[in-house]
Nanobody, 128 residues
C-alpha cells in the first residue's frame, strides 16, 4: 500500500499563491506517475497536473501557466505551486500515484479513477 499525505491547503484571496505538498514513499519517485486532481462541491473531479519520474509534465488547460507540478525525491515530496489563484480553483485537492501510468492527456482526463493510490486531500479556498 502506498500512503500519500497532502498538506499546504488554506484560504487565500484571488491572485494569491499556495504550495501544496504530498509526501510519498521514496520508491514512488523512481518509477511512478504522480499528480494532483481536485473536486469542488457539486462538480466532477478534475485532473490538474501529472508528472513522470523522468520529469515529463502535463497540465489541465484551466491551470496551465499558473500551476507548476514538481517533485523532490530527496524529500520524498510532490509539489503543486499554485499562482494567480482564482475563486474557481476552490476545491479539495488530492495527490495520486500509479506505477503503470504515464503523464498523458488520457491519464490526466481519467484522474483519479485509473490511479491506484490517492491521498485524503487538502482544502483550497480562494475568495474574490
Amino acid at each position: 500500500q502506498v500512503q500519500l499525505v497532502e498538506s499546504g491547503g488554506g484560504s487565500v484571496q484571488a491572485g494569491g499563491s499556495l504550495r501544496l505538498s504530498c509526501v510519498a514513499p521514496r520508491y514512488t519517485f523512481a518509477s511512478f506517475c504522480m499528480g494532483w486532481f481536485r473536486q469542488a462541491p457539486g462538480k466532477k473531479r478534475e485532473g490538474v497536473a501529472l508528472i513522470d519520474s523522468d520529469g515529463t509534465t502535463i497540465y489541465a488547460d484551466s491551470v496551465k501557466g499558473r500551476f507548476t507540478i514538481s517533485q523532490d525525491s530527496a524529500k520524498n515530496t510532490l509539489y503543486l505551486q499554485m499562482n494567480g489563484l482564482k475563486p474557481e480553483d476552490t476545491a479539495m485537492y488530492y495527490c495520486a500515484a500509479d506505477p503503470g501510468l504515464r503523464a498523458t492527456i488520457d491519464a490526466l482526463g481519467a484522474l483519479p479513477e485509473i490511479f491506484g493510490y490517492r491521498g485524503q486531500g487538502t482544502q483550497v479556498t480562494v475568495s474574490s
